[in-house]
């Protein structure tokens, strides 16, 4: 199974980044936990990271075709993007939604996701962790 993990604007800055609230890892950390939950979990990871929303639609333009699953952090394109939505509708994925905070407990703003409307599951609030509950979630429901 091959799977495209995507992360969105701002994660490449974990570690240094609000600490209270995403931790003190950093974006290389999180690398080294996706390659390990991906090998644990018997797929292949291709991770990508941009802080620029037309990249992250032409990303998951490219998985069509190409990958059978999507994990995908968003970042704060999640509360805006309708053309990241939009993408994900596009290629017909299955795909599931990862924040690293629990973003029902933050500003009103952050309570509305785009990207959660094309997507099979959520897994907030867990820190890296929810990066492996979701690459099993795909490898489970959707692995071969
Ligand atoms: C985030 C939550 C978003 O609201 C925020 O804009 C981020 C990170 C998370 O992983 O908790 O950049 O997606």
Redesign the pocket.
């Known amino acids: 199974m091959k799977i495209l993990v995507i992360n ?4 490449n800055m974990l570690g240094k980044r609000e600490p209270d ?2 931790g003190r890892e950093t974006y290389a950390d999180l690398v080294s936990f996706i390659q390990s939950a991906a090998l644990e979990a018997g797929v292949e990871a291709e991770i990508f990271q941009s802080n620029h929303e037309g990249e992250i639609v032409t990303k998951i333009q490219e998985a069509w075709g190409e990958k059978d699953g999507i994990v995908i ?4 394109y ?2 805006t993007s309708v053309a990241i939505l939009d993408a994900l509708k596009a290629v017909s994925l299955p795909a599931v939604e ?6 029902t407990k ?1 500003e009103e703003f ?1 309570q509305i996701s785009y990207a959660r409307l094309a997507c099979v599951k959520t897994f ?1 609030g867990l820190g890296f962790e929810g990066y492996r509950r979701a690459i099993l979630y795909l490898k489970e429901q959707f692995g071969v």
């Not at 952090?73 to 704060?76: R, S, V």
């Not at 990862?98 to 973003?103: A, E, F, G, K, Y």
Request: net charge positive; proline share 10%.
């Open positions: 969105g604007p701002n994660l609230i995403y952090n968003p970042a704060a999640t509360h990862v924040h690293i905070s629990d973003v933050r952050r907030m």
